[in-house]
């Protein structure tokens, strides 16, 4: 056991250090309510799937040959408000390292307003002491950051992009649901609608209206799966689907994004 422990750790290695230099666009904080950015934090943006509840991070993957990938503390980061904009909308820490797997270029549309608020909410934050090592990674956590499928996405961002003036409001069913398929990583993940391979035996579900997808879903089973996790026949979602953060949603979001997977064009998988 110890020689293969050792051997691990002679087979893993730190992430390497890209840095990019990004000036983030002045945000006006000023009426920015905290509490409103605590929900989208937890509930829509699910900043809670990696970071942990209390946000004092957690590791991510632990285990050879992967190696180990470490969410940062956040409550212990000695940020500024241009610093936290940084990381959460250009995936740029404020040392100018790129951050690997942080979705930015999701959060990269979040509107002036939802910026602020969960902005604001960061700032209320209180340190947790919680000692976390460094990440580390293994063969394959190294070819998985080279090939990009953990991607710095600062690299495929408009830096250059204005921040959105407002996001769509619940009364505009489709372009909410559009909006918030966007910011809360259903696009992402789902590969704007059929789903791809999430790692080996993994792949993640065909939202779209094909017979490999929703077709025969109603709004409620769809609620039921977004929610609880629960398909129509009684099964379970993999548990790497988030839906325990999307449980607090809003009947008139989960409703956004229901019309947003009847738009998408019915596809089978790939």
Same mark, same amino acid.
């Given at each position: 056991?110890?020689? #293969?422990?050792?051997?691990?750790?002679?087979?893993?290695?730190?992430?390497?250090?890209?840095? &990019?230099?990004?000036?983030?666009?002045?945000?006006?904080?000023?009426?920015?309510?905290? =509490?409103?950015?605590?929900?989208?934090?937890?509930? /829509?943006?699910?900043?809670?799937?990696?970071?942990?509840?209390?946000?004092?991070?957690?590791?991510?993957?632990?285990?050879?040959? /992967?190696?180990?990938?470490?969410?940062?503390? $956040?409550?212990?980061?000695?940020?500024?408000?241009?610093?936290?904009?940084?990381?959460?909308?250009?995936?740029?820490?404020?040392?100018? %390292?790129?951050?690997? $797997? &942080?979705?930015?270029?999701?959060?990269?549309? #979040?509107?002036? %307003?939802? $910026?602020?608020?969960?902005?604001? !909410?960061?700032?209320?934050?209180?340190?947790?002491?919680?000692?976390?090592?460094?990440? %580390?990674?293994?063969?394959?956590?190294?070819?998985?950051?080279?090939?990009?499928? !953990?991607?710095?996405?600062?690299?495929?961002?408009?830096?250059?992009?204005?921040?959105? *003036?407002?996001?769509?409001?619940?009364?505009?069913?489709?372009?909410?649901?559009?909006?918030?398929?966007? /910011?809360?990583?259903?696009?992402?993940?789902?590969?704007?609608?059929?789903?791809?391979?999430?790692?080996?035996?993994?792949?993640?579900?065909?939202?779209?209206?094909?017979?490999?997808?929703?077709?025969?879903?109603?709004? @409620?089973?769809?609620?039921?799966?977004?929610?609880? *996790?629960?398909?129509?026949?009684?099964? =379970?979602? @993999?548990? &790497? &689907?988030? !839906?325990?953060?999307?449980?607090? $949603?809003?009947?008139?979001?989960?409703?956004?994004?229901?019309? !947003?997977?009847?738009?998408?064009?019915?596809?089978? @998988?790939?």
């Amino acid at each position: 056991m110890s020689l #293969l422990l050792l051997l691990a750790f002679a087979c893993s290695r730190p992430i390497p250090l890209q840095t &990019m230099a990004v000036e983030p666009a002045p945000l006006d904080l000023s009426g920015a309510d905290p =509490t409103r950015g605590e929900h989208l934090a937890r509930a /829509v943006l699910a900043c809670t799937e990696c970071h942990g509840d209390d946000l004092a991070g957690t590791e991510m993957t632990s285990g050879f040959p /992967v190696g180990r990938l470490v969410a940062p503390n $956040l409550t212990t980061l000695d940020y500024q408000s241009a610093d936290w904009i940084r990381a959460i909308r250009h995936g740029v820490a404020a040392d100018g %390292r790129t951050l690997v $797997l &942080m979705p930015s270029d999701d959060y990269a549309v #979040l509107s002036a %307003r939802d $910026l602020a608020d969960v902005v604001a !909410w960061l700032e209320t934050l209180e340190p947790v002491a919680h000692e976390l090592p460094e990440s %580390r990674l293994g063969p394959i956590g190294q070819m998985l950051v080279k090939k990009g499928d !953990w991607p710095r996405t600062a690299e495929r961002i408009d830096h250059a992009a204005p921040v959105p *003036g407002t996001a769509p409001a619940s009364e505009a069913t489709l372009a909410r649901g559009s909006y918030l398929a966007t /910011v809360s990583g259903c696009s992402g993940c789902h590969a704007g609608g059929p789903g791809k391979s999430m790692g080996p035996g993994v792949r993640s579900a065909n939202l779209t209206p094909h017979e490999d997808g929703l077709a025969g879903w109603d709004r @409620d089973d769809f609620a039921a799966a977004l929610q609880q *996790g629960r398909r129509p026949d009684g099964s =379970t979602l @993999d548990p &790497m &689907m988030p !839906w325990r953060h999307y449980a607090a $949603l809003p009947p008139a979001d989960v409703d956004a994004l229901w019309a !947003w997977t009847q738009s998408l064009p019915a596809q089978p @998988d790939p």
